[in-house]
């Protein structure tokens, strides 16, 4: 019987008690245990940030980085993003922009850009590209990313001034 | 997957101790895991036990000591001296170098402690800091010491720490008056292929002193004294710097450069060159700002 830990966390503001072991990834646990999959194991060395989660509000590698460490977190995946069938700001700027073709980076993209857009809701072209420059994607060149992950910026701040739902969606994240 | 291994999780240095004694040796520290977690997924290392070293207070803190250094303690991520005011104005190349560690996911996890201890030969903090004059504060069970980066790093992958030894902190000198300080680098992969440390003490309008570092191109970072000598007595002016910096590029010759993935030899003290240009402009700047 090997060693096993127990994890109380918040995944996507639900509680979560889990019985792990030590060795689990927060992408092991997420994918196998909470049938979370929107998040992707590619490289699994945290140089390509396809596995990109939030970490009470900081992007990490769930590839590399242990269940037991987000143990009384909050960790946010993609399937956080969205709040009552409404896609996020972000999300819908990937769409506008089509700043996607397979998708498989997708979920890191968004998670690395909600992180940066959390912190730095008015970033400079160039900040966003600091920001993201350890996301990679194979299809799209990264430049209707980057437009997307601007536009959504705009939106926000226009939502800032007054929109309910914009409101509604941070106070849900 | 990583190899199955028993968690500990110390609050104080000597429960940590005790856990690694307890393990006979089969045991490994643990901070960020950004470097520890992927060699035992690739198979380069297993230990029955991690002793989780993130839950012990005295690891952390960032702040001025008493005796005028800035203590890091070494289990400061990469993001916290990235965004901390504190080096940004004490220290400011240490941020900026910290802002471009990796990548953000490797820098909200990866320590300082960590880094330093793991001794990777693309270290851009080891660099750095050996430039800085900057200490390693160890504590074991059997005491403390303090060792320069110099004598800490022995080699790839290769330090004096003793395996039940935990890096505490790091102790970095203040800048004196009329000295600056800067780092620079080139990276292809998410390693530095070759990286440069400047550090400058100006006055009567002149370089006083100057100290030369490379990082990437030798099998640990290394200064190239010949080429802080280069520096010496030069006019304290950017227009001035270009005759010494080649000089003190052509010291580069002498160094046992290796070859890599980023190139061969001569290809990497090219680089190095080209950026102990930009980084002896940054040190000059700041030196002269500080006057």
Known sequence: MPDTIELELSVNSRRQALRVEPRETLGEVLRDRLSLTGTKISCDAQVCGACTVLVDGLAVSACTYLAADADGREVRTVEGLATDGQLSPLQQSFIDHAGFQCGFCTPGMLMAATALLEEDPDPTREAVIHGLEGNLCRCTGYAQIIDAVLAAAATGREGAQGDEKATAHEAAT | MIPRFSLARPTTLSEAFESHLAAGGDAAYLAGGTELLQVMKMGFAQFGVLIDLKGIEELGGLEVAPDGRLRIGAATTHRTLERSALVRERLPALAALEARVANVRVRNTGTIGGNLAFAEPHSDPATFLLVCGATVELSGPNGRRELTIGEFVLGPLFTAREPDEIVVAIHVPATGPSSGRAYDKIAF??????????????????????????????????????????FEGSEAAEAALDGPSGAAADAFGALDVVADLNGSPDYKRHLAGVLLGRAARTALREALAHA
């Open chain 2, 189 to 230: 992969f998410e390693r530095p292929a070759a990286s440069v440390g400047v550090a400058f003490t100006v006055a009567d309008g002149a370089i006083r002193e100057a100290t030369v570092a490379v990082g990437s191109l030798t099998e640990v970072p290394t200064i190239v004294a010949a080429a802080g000598t280069a």
